[in-house]
């Protein structure tokens, strides 16, 4: 066992430990879909300034929705309820009294020039507001100079140095620093000490810091935007709550909470537990079928994915990540995704062995490795992008998905090039593996390549045929979409909310099959409280409301309507502008990426593949009236990521087998390419979709349009990568003048030397 396979089986197993040890002692926080939460009801009210209506009401649900995000609750659902009331449903939240704190804080924050001592009746030497400082001496406050909307920023930071404790920081946007610049220069004008040097910031009416103008500040001058701190004997977690409610922002109208109840998971434990049996049997599925395909190699590389998941799940545990029932069936699925990079390393063994018949099995194996490289990174390197983008720019449901895929990619990498390939490498140092060679897995070439080399089809032949057919079927898409509609569910439509009580206990699993029964399958499904059933629909008139509720009578006896609202979409037009501009950045920046990386062709011809397969898969959907939902959102969120690592890996060998013939055609050379990467795609298309055909047939119906959307994408995602985007990169090559790649190894310098291949000794016979 040579020195650097040692290393990765050290560092394998010293990651699988600590994960393992996460995985025994944390716990993980699960969504309202798996184990319920807290509901609160907030009631918006009439300010001196505002009016609580519809338009108010939804500009206090997006600030709520930030400051929500700032206190680390991932997943939340908040929804407008009727005119002025938003309902807010917490995931597992551990301090429900803190988090309503937080919440209904109004954060009206104000900057005030003191204008010299108060008194107790409320008189003093100014016109403006008087109030008690941080010690209780009452202050005469001028008029705002300044609210909080002109913060940019707010950050808790600790000086340890200056044995000043916690502060907070703000920086101003550039109107607003000019003011504060203003503010502080005419209090520099005044003698130290005096109260008049004095600036007070006052948060919902109270002052929370009056700091004193520095000496070193001349009169006028006043202190720049970025240095401005907020002091007060803060504790880090006040420090913290003040600094996230800045950012957040102020409440354009103040809230009241007039209900807080803890509510019951939407999914019923019978859901739960057909979702896992689905998963494991699906991930079972793959499991073996690698093992068939690839033999010994391919059960080390499914070991190896049970250690991803091992290594993925301790990962999403130890950052918090909130677990819902789509997002575990997404995590269950990047396990048959996982498998792409150790079909990559095999399947390039599987060529060299077969180009190289004397070569030992363990060099075919590192050959492997070394070749499919460049396609693993670069593929992941894209998804990573779209992860990030879609952390830092989302929101919501969206943010979480990024932390999710984000995990997902890097354990992936982990699982394949140091898990698998320690694993791999060890097994081909073994006599008994060198001896008997077909059981290794990648000593034959593999009946799909085996056939493909004998048909030899040229597929590429008439590349304006394939983007017709793909034309048509983008055609075929819009027409749904247009003349059947894309049936929205309620986060992006609104809605009803109507809760029930029963006299007999109804659990959530009957209550679903008794509505579904009754043609209300898309019904959200909560308990809340003892004997009440609380349901939320789409659009849904008082006929189809006694429909339903004589659906539950069936069940839960004499039902009495307790709640009857309309509600808003909880996905808001916020969320989703701020949904579409990550996604579009992340396209831009996977363009550039993959246009630095490869060619600009390459680069348009992916981003143009991606682009159809979102218009198929929404058009399939409205085709077959099927909701496009939260969850069908985190299915397409997949898909495209699925897509443009196909995508990638073709490229990846066509610019490789370019180089290596600059003089023959391309459409030759990409043909060659795509026949080459045939058994890739086939074996990491089946690895996910005995998940997905597992998920789809026993998971329930609450997974059933998650499944059929991921399976539909992932079908549509494998034609385009090859019938798409290789057919659209050779007409635009035809219109561009840059020249073919050059080889990496390719000689250098005039003695015409090249880099020597590092598995050739030099000898020759």
Same mark, same amino acid.
């Given at each position: 066992m040579?020195? #650097?396979?040692?290393?990765?089986?050290?560092?394998?197993?010293?990651?699988l430990?600590?994960?393992v040890?996460?995985?025994?002692?944390?716990s993980?926080?699960? &969504?309202l879909?798996?184990?319920?939460?807290?509901?609160?009801?907030?009631?918006?009210?009439?300010?001196?300034?505002?009016?609580?209506?519809?338009?108010?009401?939804?500009?206090? @649900?997006?600030?709520l929705?930030?400051?929500i995000?700032?206190?680390?609750?991932?997943?939340?659902?908040?929804?407008?309820?009727?005119?002025?009331?938003?309902?807010?449903?917490?995931?597992?939240?551990?301090?429900?009294?803190?988090?309503?704190?937080?919440i209904?804080?109004?954060?009206?924050?104000?900057?005030?020039a003191?204008?010299?001592?108060?008194?107790?009746?409320?008189? &003093?030497?100014?016109?403006?507001?008087?109030?008690?400082?941080?010690?209780?001496?009452?202050?005469?406050?001028?008029?705002?100079?300044?609210?909080?909307?002109?913060?940019?920023d707010?950050?808790?930071?600790?000086?340890?140095?200056?044995?000043?404790g916690?502060?907070?920081?703000?920086?101003?946007?550039?109107?607003?620093?000019?003011?504060?610049?203003?503010?502080?220069?005419?209090?520099?004008?005044?003698?130290?000490?005096?109260?008049?040097?004095?600036? #007070?910031?006052?948060?919902d009416?109270?002052?929370?810091?009056?700091?004193?103008?520095? $000496?070193?500040?001349?009169?006028? %001058?006043?202190?720049?935007?970025?240095?401005?701190q907020i002091?007060?004997?803060?504790?880090?977690d006040?420090?913290?709550e003040?600094?996230?409610?800045?950012?957040?922002?102020?409440? $354009?109208?103040?809230?009241?909470?007039?209900?807080?109840?803890?509510?019951?998971? %939407?999914?019923?434990?019978?859901?739960i537990?057909?979702?896992?049996? *689905?998963?494991?049997?699906?991930?079972a599925?793959?499991?073996?079928?690698?093992?068939?395909?690839?033999?010994?190699?391919g059960?080390?590389?499914?070991?190896?994915?049970? *250690?991803?998941?091992?290594?993925?799940?301790? *990962?999403?545990v130890?950052?918090?990540?909130?677990?819902?029932?789509?997002?575990?069936?997404?995590?269950?699925?990047a396990?048959?995704?996982?498998? =792409?990079?150790?079909v990559?390393?095999?399947?390039?063994?599987?060529?060299?062995?077969?180009?190289?018949?004397?070569?030992?099995?363990?060099?075919? @194996?590192?050959?492997g490795?070394?070749?499919?490289?460049?396609?693993?990174?670069?593929?992941?390197?894209?998804?990573?992008?779209?992860?990030?983008?879609?952390?830092?720019?989302?929101?919501?449901?969206?943010?979480?998905?990024?932390?999710?895929?984000?995990?997902?990619?890097?354990?992936s990498?982990?699982?394949?090039?140091?898990?698998?390939?320690?694993?791999?490498?060890?097994?081909?140092?073994?006599?008994?593996?060198?001896t008997?060679?077909?059981?290794?897995?990648?000593a034959?070439?593999?009946?799909?390549?085996?056939?493909?080399?004998?048909?030899?089809?040229?597929?590429?032949?008439s590349?304006?045929?394939?983007?017709?057919?793909?034309?048509?079927?983008?055609a075929?898409a819009?027409?749904?979409?247009?003349?059947?509609?894309?049936?929205? &569910?309620?986060?992006?439509?609104?809605?009803?909310?109507?809760?029930?009580?029963?006299?007999?206990?109804?659990?959530?699993?009957?209550?679903?099959?008794?509505?579904?029964?009754?043609?209300?399958?898309?019904?959200?499904?909560t308990?809340?409280?003892?004997?009440?059933?609380s349901?939320?629909?789409?659009? @849904?008139?008082?006929?189809?409301?006694?429909?339903?509720?004589?659906?539950l009578?069936?069940?839960?006896?004499?039902?009495?309507?307790?709640r009857?609202?309309?509600?808003?979409p909880?996905?808001?037009?916020?969320?989703r502008?701020?949904?579409?501009?990550?996604?579009?950045?992340?396209?831009?920046?996977?363009?550039?990426?993959?246009?630095?990386?490869?060619?600009?062709?390459?680069?348009?011809?992916?981003?143009?593949?991606?682009?159809?397969?979102?218009?198929?898969?929404?058009?399939?959907?409205?085709?077959?009236?099927?909701?496009?939902?939260?969850?069908?959102?985190a #299915?397409?969120?997949t898909?495209?990521?699925?897509?443009?690592?196909?995508?990638?890996?073709?490229?990846?060998?066509?610019?490789?087998?370019?180089?290596?013939?600059?003089?023959e055609?391309?459409?030759?050379?990409?043909?060659?390419?795509?026949?080459?990467?045939?058994?890739?795609?086939?074996?990491?298309?089946?690895?996910a979709?005995?998940?997905?055909?597992?998920?789809?047939?026993?998971?329930?119906?609450s997974?059933?349009?998650?499944?059929?959307?991921?399976?539909?994408?992932?079908v549509?995602?494998?034609?385009?990568?090859?019938?798409?985007?290789?057919?659209?990169?050779?007409?635009?090559?035809?219109?561009s003048?840059?020249?073919?790649?050059?080889?990496?190894?390719?000689?250098?310098g005039?003695?015409?030397?090249?880099?020597?291949?590092?598995? =050739?000794?030099?000898a020759?016979?």
């Open positions: 040579t020195r #650097a396979t040692t290393v990765r089986a050290v560092l394998a197993a010293a990651v430990l600590v994960a040890l996460i995985t025994l002692t944390m993980p926080r699960l &969504g879909d798996l184990q319920g939460g807290t509901r609160m009801v907030l009631q918006a009210k009439d300010s001196g300034t505002a009016k609580a209506d519809r338009e108010s009401t939804d500009r206090t @649900l997006e600030v929705r930030k400051r995000d700032s206190l680390g609750v991932a997943e939340p659902v908040l929804t407008r309820s009727g005119e002025d009331r938003i309902i807010v449903e917490l995931p597992d939240v551990q301090d429900p009294r803190k988090a309503a704190e937080v209904g804080r109004t954060a009206q924050l104000t900057f005030h003191v204008q010299g001592p108060g008194t107790t009746d409320g008189s &003093g030497a100014g016109e403006g507001t008087t109030l008690p400082d941080e010690q209780g001496r009452r202050l005469a406050l001028g008029p705002a100079a300044l609210s909080g909307a002109g913060v940019k707010a950050s808790a930071s600790f000086d340890a140095q200056q044995g000043a916690w502060s907070v920081s703000l920086d101003f946007h550039k109107d607003a620093g000019r003011d504060w610049t203003r503010l502080t220069g005419e209090a520099a004008c005044h003698p130290v000490q005096d109260e008049r040097r004095r600036v #007070a910031i006052v948060l009416q109270q002052v929370i810091s009056s700091p004193q103008v520095s $000496p070193t500040v001349g009169c006028g %001058t006043g202190l720049p935007s970025g240095s401005t002091t007060g004997s803060f504790s880090a006040e420090a913290r003040l600094a996230l409610l800045i950012q957040g922002g102020a409440l $354009p109208v103040p809230v009241e909470i007039v209900e807080q109840r803890t509510v019951g998971p %939407t999914l019923g434990a019978a859901a537990d057909a979702s896992a049996r *689905a998963a494991l049997i699906g991930a599925a793959t499991a073996l079928f690698v093992t068939v395909v690839y033999r010994l190699f059960a080390l590389a499914a070991v190896a994915l049970g *250690a991803y998941g091992v290594i993925s799940y301790a *990962a999403l130890a950052l918090g990540v909130t677990l819902t029932l789509p997002g575990l069936a997404g995590f269950v699925l396990i048959g995704m996982a498998v =792409d990079a150790n990559l390393v095999f399947e390039r063994a599987r060529e060299e062995h077969a180009q190289h018949p004397g070569r030992s099995l363990r060099t075919s @194996l590192t050959a490795f070394r070749h499919a490289w460049s396609a693993v990174a670069d593929s992941n390197v894209t998804t990573l992008i779209a992860a990030g983008l879609l952390f830092f720019l989302g929101s919501g449901p969206v943010k979480g998905f990024g932390v999710t895929l984000g995990i997902g990619v890097l354990a990498m982990f699982s394949a090039l140091v898990i698998a390939r320690a694993l791999t490498e060890i097994a081909a140092g073994s006599t008994f593996v060198g008997y060679r077909g059981v290794n897995g990648i034959s070439p593999g009946r799909v390549r085996t056939w493909l080399n004998r048909r030899d089809p040229q597929l590429m032949r590349p304006r045929r394939w983007l017709l057919i793909s034309a048509v079927l983008v075929v819009v027409t749904g979409i247009l003349v059947r509609g894309v049936n929205l &569910g309620v986060e992006f439509t609104g809605g009803r909310l109507v809760e029930y009580a029963t006299s007999r206990p109804v659990d959530v699993e009957t209550a679903r099959s008794a509505l579904a029964g009754a043609g209300f399958a898309d019904a959200e499904v308990t809340a409280g003892a004997g009440d059933i349901v939320r629909t789409g659009e @849904l008139d008082n006929a189809g409301e006694h429909a339903l509720r004589a659906a009578a069936e069940e839960g006896g004499a039902t009495t309507k307790v009857d609202e309309l509600i808003g909880s996905l808001g037009d916020e969320l502008r701020n949904a579409l501009i990550a996604l579009a950045i992340a396209v831009l920046v996977q363009l550039v990426y993959l246009a630095v990386r490869f060619r600009w062709t390459f680069a348009v011809a992916s981003v143009g593949a991606l682009v159809h397969d979102v218009i198929v898969l929404v058009g399939a959907f409205a085709w077959l009236g099927r909701t496009v939902d939260g969850i069908f959102l #299915a397409l969120l898909v495209i990521g699925y897509s443009v690592n196909d995508s990638v890996v073709v490229f990846d060998r066509v610019r490789e087998l370019w180089a290596k013939a600059r003089r055609p391309l459409g030759a050379v990409a043909n060659r390419a795509v026949l080459q990467t045939v058994p890739r795609t086939v074996n990491t298309g089946m690895g979709l005995f998940i997905l055909v597992a998920l789809a047939v026993l998971g329930g119906d997974l059933a349009d998650f499944a059929l959307a991921l399976l539909i994408g992932i549509v995602g494998t034609y385009s990568s090859v019938m798409t985007a290789v057919p659209a990169a050779l007409l635009l090559e035809r219109g003048k840059a020249p073919p790649p050059v080889r990496k190894d390719a000689p250098r005039r003695s015409g030397a090249g880099r020597r291949d590092p598995l =050739d000794n030099g020759r016979v």
